[in-house]
């Protein structure tokens, strides 16, 4: 019924930017908590940001001051800028709908729609 597709991911050298994109289609989002998520092979996925249907925002510790997560309702459109860029940004990058509404929203478990990722490289 959901369906998200990221863009913008690519590669790029430390202290870079790159901005990403995750266009959604099926259902009108913008009530529904957004977040983006990262996963490097062999490693655990992990929430990087996340907003809700209110505005109201979340970073990873590893992110804060340099990721901004933002939405364009009127696009159905959720956002990630990411500045300052380092090697260990390099993931794969999947935006997600939060589905499960109680809790703090920061597991993979409470998101129920998943685009299917964009690969951001970060060299050195």
């Known amino acids: 019924q959901v369906q998200l597709v990221e863009s913008g991911g690519g590669l790029v050298q430390a202290g870079g930017s790159l901005r990403l994109s995750c266009a959604a289609s099926?259902?009108?989002?913008?009530?529904?908590?957004m977040g983006w998520f990262r996963q490097d092979p062999g490693k655990e996925r992990e929430l990087v940001a996340r907003?809700?249907?209110?505005?109201?925002?979340y970073y990873a510790d590893s992110v804060k001051g340099r990721f901004t997560i933002s939405r364009d309702n009127a696009k159905n459109t959720l956002y990630l800028q990411m500045n300052s860029l380092k090697p260990e940004d390099t993931a794969v990058y999947h935006c997600?709908?939060?589905?499960?509404?109680?809790?703090?929203?920061?597991?993979?478990?409470?998101?129920?729609?998943w685009g299917q990722g964009t690969q951001v490289t970060v060299s050195s």
């Open positions: 997600a709908v939060r589905t499960i509404s109680y809790g703090l929203g920061i597991k993979s478990s409470d998101y129920g729609y």
């Open positions: 907003i809700s249907g209110g505005g109201s925002t």
């Open positions: 099926g259902r009108t989002l913008s009530s529904y908590a």
